[in-house]
């Protein structure tokens, strides 16, 4: 058929049937999917050209039910610049998003137990400067200089079935002095975002641990009852501490 009558060829997705518009194909790696579909995906998923089309299916259909996790999530804490770090403490969730109309993106919702580590990271990014001399040639000069910036970056490590890294820079603008009070203050928001998620989920996975472990049964001083007690301490059977 040739180069050219593979490329106009109609192709047909896999995922949903339609038909898939010219240089609209996303491969996979045992079918095709149209770029309707791929925007449905997680913006932190990256290995689509690997995923077969039962794995499409299944992560599109986590996006679907991640909607209602969304429109139940209560943010009681907001963290960083442009891209944040939204935690709804009550849940003991968090999500990572750059849009204001958070809600209508479906960002992923992922509980503080799912954090793996947080890392914070200072990059730097070096250009030469260069001049031209009277031939117009453009030369370096010697010793050779540099215009330097920084960057802030944030990489949460997460334990999901679709991603486990969600990687973003706190300022919005290089940063052209190393300490000054621009980088100070995003490495301040960086830091704070490291220190709540990685204390967050410490706190959850300590939870999960006095779950897991077996309950000493106790007779209650108020009501009589022998039971053990709840997560707070408190008896099954009238609520007063034990």
């Known amino acids: 058929m040739g180069l050219f009558g593979s490329l106009f060829e109609k192709k047909v997705c896999s995922i ?55 429109a139940a999530f209560n943010c009681t804490r907001s963290l960083g610049g442009d891209t944040k770090v939204l935690l709804d403490e009550d849940a003991r969730a968090f999500i990572v998003t750059s849009s204001r109309r958070w809600r209508d993106d479906n960002p992923d919702v992922m509980s503080f137990s799912q954090v793996t580590g947080c890392t914070v990271e200072t990059r ?24 330097i910036d920084y960057d802030i970056w944030v990489t949460i490590n997460v334990n999901t079935p679709y991603f486990d890294e969600i990687e973003f820079k706190v300022n919005d603008d290089r940063i052209e002095q190393l300490h000054s009070a621009e980088y100070e203050c995003c490495a301040a928001q960086a830091n704070e975002i ?42 099954a059977y009238c609520g007063g501490a034990m």
């Open 124 to 147: 730097e990014t070096r250009e030469e400067i260069t001049y031209e001399d009277d031939d117009g040639t453009t030369r370096s000069y010697s010793p050779p200089r540099y215009d």
């Open 16 to 70: 949903c049937g339609g038909e898939i518009g010219l240089l609209g194909n996303r491969k996979l790696e045992d079918g095709n999917m149209c770029k309707e579909c791929a925007a449905k995906l997680s913006p932190f998923f990256s290995d689509r050209r690997r995923s077969t089309v039962e794995q499409i299916k299944e992560q599109l259909a986590y996006r679907e039910a991640n909607k209602d996790a969304v």
């Open 194 to 235: 490291r220190d709540a998620l990685t204390s967050a989920r410490a706190d959850a996975r300590e939870r999960v641990e006095r779950e897991r472990a077996p309950k000493a049964v106790r007779t209650c001083p108020h009501c009589g009852a022998t039971c053990a007690p709840d997560e707070n301490g408190r008896c």
